[in-house]
C-alpha cells in the first residue's frame, strides 16, 4: 500500500535550519509529484511547494523564495525539504503529500512538527 | 490569507444536509482548475474527501459529494452523522500564482 512516512519533530533557534524528510513507498516514486503543506497551530493548511517527478522545484510560495531546497535520493525514494533562516512564524506541522501538477493530493504523510523558538 | 474563501463554520442535527462553500477567480476556480476536498480530524493528517469536482475515492461514502460552477464549488454532505465532525478544506490551482491553494477551511459541528 502506498505509504509516505516523514522524520520526527524538530525545534530550531531562530536563524537555524531544518531538513524533514518522506519517505514513499508502495508505489512507483518517479511518477508522482511530492508537496510540501503545512499547519501553523489553530491555522489552515498552507501550500509551501511541489518537486515534481522528474526531480526539479516547479513552484513555491513566494515566502520561501530562496529559503527552500528540495533533494531526493530515488534509491530509497526519500524526499527532503530544507528550510533555512528559521522564524517563529515557520513554527508548523509541515506535511509531504502525493498528488499531480495541480494537487490532487491522495495520500498524506504523518506530519512533522517544526518548532522555532529561542 | 486564503485565495479560496470558505466560511469559517457550519453546523447541522444528525440526519440533517449541509453545504459548504468555496468561493474562488478567474485565475483558479474560474479559470477551469479542478477542485479538491479534504476532511481533517484534528490531530490527524487531511484525507481527500472529493477529488476532480465531484468524484470520491474509494472508502468514502457517498453522503458526501461535490460540484462546481463557475469560480465557486461546494461540498454536501446529507445524512450528518457524528464522525463527520471535523474541518473540511477546498483545494485548486491559480495560474496567476503558479501554484496550488488552499480555501481558509470550514469547521463542521454536528449537534
Known amino acids: 500500500q502506498v505509504q509516505l512516512v516523514q522524520s520526527g519533530a524538530e525545534v530550531k533557534k531562530p536563524g537555524a535550519s531544518v531538513k524533514v524528510s518522506c519517505k514513499a513507498s508502495?508505489?512507483?516514486?518517479?511518477?508522482?509529484?511530492i508537496h510540501w503543506v503545512r499547519q501553523a497551530p489553530g491555522q489552515g493548511l498552507e501550500w509551501t511547494t511541489m518537486?515534481?517527478?522528474?526531480?526539479?522545484?516547479?513552484s513555491f510560495t513566494q515566502g520561501f523564495q530562496g529559503r527552500i531546497t528540495m533533494t531526493r535520493d530515488t534509491s530509497t525514494s526519500t524526499l527532503y525539504m530544507e528550510l533555512s533562516s528559521l522564524r517563529s512564524e515557520d513554527t508548523a506541522v509541515y506535511y509531504c503529500?502525493?498528488?499531480?501538477?495541480?494537487?490532487?493530493?491522495?495520500?498524506w504523510g504523518q506530519g512533522t512538527l517544526v518548532t522555532v523558538s529561542s | 490569507q486564503s485565495v479560496l474563501t470558505q466560511p469559517p463554520s457550519v453546523s447541522g442535527a444528525p440526519g440533517q444536509r449541509v453545504t459548504i462553500s468555496c468561493t474562488g477567480s478567474?485565475?483558479?476556480?474560474?479559470?477551469?482548475?479542478?477542485v479538491h476536498w479534504y476532511q481533517q480530524i484534528p490531530g490527524a493528517a487531511p484525507k481527500l474527501l472529493i477529488s476532480?469536482?465531484?468524484y470520491r475515492p474509494s472508502g468514502v461514502p457517498d453522503r458526501f459529494s461535490g460540484s462546481k460552477s463557475g469560480t465557486s464549488a461546494s461540498l454536501a454532505i446529507t445524512g450528518l452523522q457524528a464522525e463527520d465532525e471535523a474541518d473540511y478544506y477546498c483545494?485548486?490551482?491559480?495560474?496567476?500564482?503558479?501554484?496550488?491553494?488552499f480555501g481558509g477551511g470550514t469547521k463542521l459541528t454536528v449537534l
Open positions: 503529500a502525493r498528488g499531480d501538477r495541480y494537487g490532487n493530493f491522495d495520500y
Open positions: 508502495g508505489y512507483a516514486f518517479t511518477n508522482y509529484y
Open positions: 518537486i515534481n517527478p522528474g526531480g526539479g522545484i516547479t
Open positions: 478567474s485565475s483558479d476556480i474560474g479559470a477551469g482548475f479542478d
Open positions: 476532480g469536482n465531484n
Open positions: 483545494q485548486s490551482y491559480d495560474s496567476s500564482l503558479s501554484g496550488v491553494v
